[in-house]
């Protein structure tokens, strides 16, 4: 049985669009964010969880995504509703 | 129906404050040699008086790992502009390479384990860029021996034609210093 997550899952997708939410116009991948949210919450959220916040914020219109062609890489960037919905309670 | 009105978070009262005052609370807990760093219940009490707005304890918390995060990322857009300014010295890069170069730097930079893959691909672009430059030098070479081939016959064809002689050397002297 899998245990219980460190961080809650709320939290995480919070901290996605925090970690997005930092110099916004830069597009950050997956293993940024794997980076960038694991120090905003002091470790502990596995790559899946990531994953998992990143496609409920995604369907939520929170974040979109963009191919960089020459990187190779899916980065991430957050909407002008996910800023919106990062700024009030 | 209209929705009930929603607050600003108390962190993004604090995130959302000008630059200027994010380095100041910043240095509190970071300060420069010799300065002593203020403890959270310090800050927390002056945040009223300096911004006129309370947080809780884990607000600040939270608020000062993000403030790591968002340092580090400034920092690295300011070492960005500094290689981006030093490549600009260049006058046969292009703003629009400049800024895609300053972007990766930025992105390799801002790595908190500065793994190679920032540096990859800075690498990878520049590789890009050459295979590109040297497809047009190809281009340049191809078309340079079609037009070679063309003098040669125009050469054969005014042979004994002195004018016409002349104004083909002036031609190919042309061609040289193309």
Redesign the interface.
């Known amino acids: 049985m899998a245990g219980k997550p460190t961080v809650s899952v709320g939290r995480v997708r919070q901290k996605i669009r ?2 997005l ?3 916004p116009g ?1 597009g950050k991948t997956e ?2 964010l794997e ?2 949210v694991n ?4 470790g502990g959220v596995s790559l899946q969880e990531i994953r998992d916040a990143i496609k409920w914020n995604h369907d939520q219109v929170f974040i979109r995504s963009e191919y960089d062609d ?4 899916t980065e991430w960037f957050i909407t002008g509703l996910g800023i919106e919905q ?4 | 129906m209209d929705e009930p009105l ?4 108390e962190d ?1 009262k604090l ?2 404050l000008p630059e200027e005052e994010l380095l100041v609370l910043w240095s509190w807990r970071h300060p420069e040699q010799g300065g002593k760093k203020l403890k959270f219940s310090a800050i927390q009490a002056e945040i009223p008086l300096r911004y006129g707005f309370t947080v809780s304890g884990s607000t600040l918390s ?1 608020f000062y ?2 403030l ?3 340092k580090r ?2 920092d690295a ?1 300011d070492f960005a502009m500094q290689a981006r300014a030093e490549l600009a010295k260049d006058p046969t890069i292009s703003d629009a390479e400049l800024d ?1 170069f300053a ?2 730097v ?2 390799a930079e ?4 500065r793994d190679v ?1 920032g540096y990859v ?1 800075l690498r ?2 520049t590789l ?1 860029e050459k295979k590109e430059a040297r497809e047009r030098d190809k281009l340049t070479l191809a078309t340079k021996t079609d037009v070679e081939k063309g003098l040669d016959a125009l050469a054969a064809e005014i042979e004994g034609n002195a004018p016409a002689m002349a104004i083909y050397q002036k031609l190919r002297e042309v061609l040289k210093k193309a």
């Open positions: 925090e970690a939410n930092i110099r830069s293993s940024m980076e960038m120090e905003l919450v002091g020459e990187a190779e890489v990062e700024n009030i309670k | 929603r607050e600003p978070r993004a995130k959302n939270d790992a993000w790591k995060v968002w990322w400034r857009q895609r972007e990766r930025l992105k801002a790595a908190v384990n893959k691909s990878r672009m890009a």
